[in-house]
């Protein structure tokens, strides 16, 4: 199926050799280490390293209910009125979906498929991009994408990517994206990082955010035996980045998170804090809560002043 498709997810594989994902990863893992496949995304792809990157086709197929819980969070942080930038990838089209019913909202994005969400949102201006279309993800890049996105000024920036770590931040694997996914960065006063579980302490290729300019993390929960996504979100919250994580069981799309699942926010010491020393718990909170929503909303309307 990896050498038919490119890439495949552990459920699909699940269900086609009627058998656990339990099972699955465990002959996954086995594979990868005789080197037949990658580990990537909660699935498999052909071996290629660094350099490999999966289309739109295989990728919108892999944690997938990740990627609902992931946008259905999101969306709780864009307010009414903004102007934000969206970038191109398969969770940032979930969270396009889901925001397509905030009133005055301005979206500035370099992806086809974030624009096709919004298409027929009423209060919704979008505002797309130049450049040349990379048909792998259905993304506009290049200089013309690049040079649009000049003397732009927004609020906060949704990114994806192909993996995240504490020490490198946000990366991807072609070049091309990795450029403009920074330009749309300098845009945006504050950086939101939406990456699934999967993503967490994957290295690829081209640096797209490094982890001092992520202002947040939004994920879901790892497996408890996912000791890599466990250690990666402790390490980004020693360097400051807030962690709102969301349970993807249960999720359905809609601007509301679910009261039934499960939230918390890993908050990081500020910038030039001192770390917390090693071992130190991660600290949970919840998330929407009414303080933090006045606040949120005071931190917006203070950024439009200035």
Not at 104 to 127: D, K, M, P, Y
């Amino acid at each position: 199926m990896v050498r038919a498709n490119g890439a495949v997810s552990l459920r699909e594989l699940a269900r086609v050799v009627q058998t656990s994902e339990v099972t699955v990863r465990r002959d996954v893992r086995a594979l990868e280490a005789e080197g037949l496949l990658d580990r990537r995304h909660g699935g498999a792809v052909l071996p290629g390293g660094f350099t490999r990157e999966s289309g739109f086709p295989q990728k919108s197929h892999l944690a997938t209910a990740e990627k609902t819980a992931i946008a259905d969070l999101a969306a709780n942080f864009v307010e009414e009125g903004e102007a934000i930038v969206v970038g191109a990838g398969t969770t940032t089209q979930e969270l396009a979906r889901r925001l397509a019913r905030v009133p005055g909202l301005t979206v500035v994005t370099n992806s086809l498929l974030v624009a096709q969400a919004l298409a027929h949102a009423n209060r919704v201006e979008v505002v797309m991009t130049g450049g040349t279309l990379r048909g792998s993800n259905y993304a506009l890049v290049g200089s013309g994408a690049e040079q649009s996105l000049q003397g732009l000024r927004v609020s906060r920036a949704f990114l994806s990517g192909s993996g995240l770590t504490a020490e490198r931040g946000l990366s991807t694997s072609n070049m091309l994206s990795a450029s403009v996914d920074r330009a749309l960065v300098q845009a945006a006063a504050e950086v939101v990082v939406l990456a699934d579980h999967t993503k967490l302490g994957t290295d690829t290729m081209f640096q797209t955010v490094p982890t001092d300019i992520i202002t947040r993390l939004v994920t879901d929960d790892p497996p408890p035996h996912d000791d890599r996504a466990h250690t990666e979100l402790q390490a980004l919250a020693d360097q400051g980045v807030q962690i709102a994580v969301a349970g993807a069981a249960g999720a359905s799309g809609g601007d509301e998170v679910p009261a039934r699942r499960q939230q918390r926010a890993l908050p990081g010491p500020r910038r030039g804090q001192q770390v917390p020393a090693a071992g130190a718990g991660l600290r949970t909170a919840a998330v929407l809560g009414d303080q933090g929503a006045e606040r949120e909303r005071a931190r917006v309307a203070d950024l439009r002043r200035r």
